[in-house]
């Protein structure tokens, strides 16, 4: 069965650091998201992706953030400079667009943490 | 806004035990519900999902109803097993003016002792 893969499954960053996060959507799927999760809270809404563009993004996603399909399988989500915040599991998910719902699919997560 | 607020956890049960944790939610728009399941150290997985009103999603004996008139989705289960224990997530995705990311509420640790 068809899933989506994440790597790494953790990262441990310093404080200021770039790092990149990886995704292998569904293949045949179109729209690609990234969530995360803060320890112990909710998972929050991050960005949508759709036709090599952002489609939404959400307040925590600010201009330390940026996404990109730099080819025709990976999907990344870079934090530019990274905050004790930040720390954070992250989730990429993908679906395809149905008319009535939007079922998304979601990858096992990459913990970020940073120091 | 849209929004979902659901039960706090965390939930102990015993085995065989009846489950019913509570999901309500505010939607511009019609939108679909799911549940998602967090098993402890793994990722999100849907467990079931409705699309309209009064449909029923069902999957490895948990249920849901898409009750329009409460605006509810209570997830329920005759007899919880100790591999349940897991943390559930309702959300809600409005097709439409976004490009429907979930709005998820913030979990519901359920613990099922033997």
């Known amino acids: 069965e068809p899933e989506v893969t994440q790597t790494p499954s953790h990262q441990v960053t310093q404080m200021g650091q770039e790092v990149i996060l990886r995704c292998v959507p569904i293949s045949n799927h179109l729209y690609f998201y990234w969530y995360r999760q803060i320890l112990g809270q909710k998972v929050e809404f991050l960005v949508s992706f759709y036709n090599n563009e952002i489609s939404e993004k959400s307040e925590i996603f600010d201009d330390q953030f940026s996404v990109e399909r730099p080819d025709g399988s990976n999907f990344t989500l870079k934090i530019r400079s990274t905050k004790l915040e930040d720390s954070a599991m992250y989730f990429c998910a993908s679906s395809v667009r149905e008319r009535t719902y939007n079922e998304q699919f979601f990858g096992p997560g990459t913990r970020l943490t940073v120091l | 806004g849209n929004s979902v607020t659901q039960m706090e956890g965390p939930v102990t049960l015993s085995e065989e035990a009846f489950l019913t944790i509570n999901c309500t939610y505010t939607a511009t728009g019609y939108p679909s519900l799911f549940w998602y399941v967090q098993y402890p150290g793994e990722g999100l997985q849907l467990l079931l999902k409705?699309?309209?009103?009064?449909d029923k999603g069902s999957n490895k004996g948990f249920e849901a109803t898409y009750r329009k008139e409460t605006t509810s989705f209570h997830l329920e289960k005759g007899s919880v097993q100790v591999s349940d224990s897991a943390v559930y997530f309702c959300a809600l995705s409005v097709y439409g003016g976004s490009q429907g990311n979930l709005i998820f509420g913030k979990g519901t640790k359920l613990s099922v002792k033997p």
């Open positions: 409705a699309t309209k009103a009064d």
